[in-house]
């Protein structure tokens, strides 16, 4: 399969970078973990999950943003 003119050619030193980047991002030291009582803990843990279904859907509305700017200039064309 050819691969697109405009995906870049570091693109997969980008993805690692940033799930290096996230990986550390997640990761918490110990001694800030043990002074957290369940309910601060519940708090991060549901805080995070809202994150993760922000970022979800933003990816999900910049695709179908993405989708519709690629058939109005296809529109625009014919």
């Known amino acids: ?3 697109s003119l405009r995906m870049p050619d570091s ?3 980008i993805a ?3 799930a290096t980047f996230l990986h550390l991002l997640a990761q918490t030291p110990v001694e800030q973990a043990q002074e957290k ?3 601060e803990e519940g708090r991060d843990i549901v805080l995070m999950m809202l994150l ?3 970022i ?3 990816f999900a509305l910049l695709a179908d943003l993405w ?3 690629s058939r ?3 529109n625009a064309r014919h």
């Open 1 to 3: 399969m050819q691969r």
């Open 11 to 13: 693109s997969g030193s």
């Open 16 to 18: 690692a970078m940033l």
């Open 37 to 39: 009582t369940a309910a």
């Open 52 to 54: 993760v279904g922000v």
């Open 56 to 58: 979800f859907v933003g």
């Open 67 to 69: 989708n519709w700017r």
């Open 72 to 74: 109005k200039r296809h």
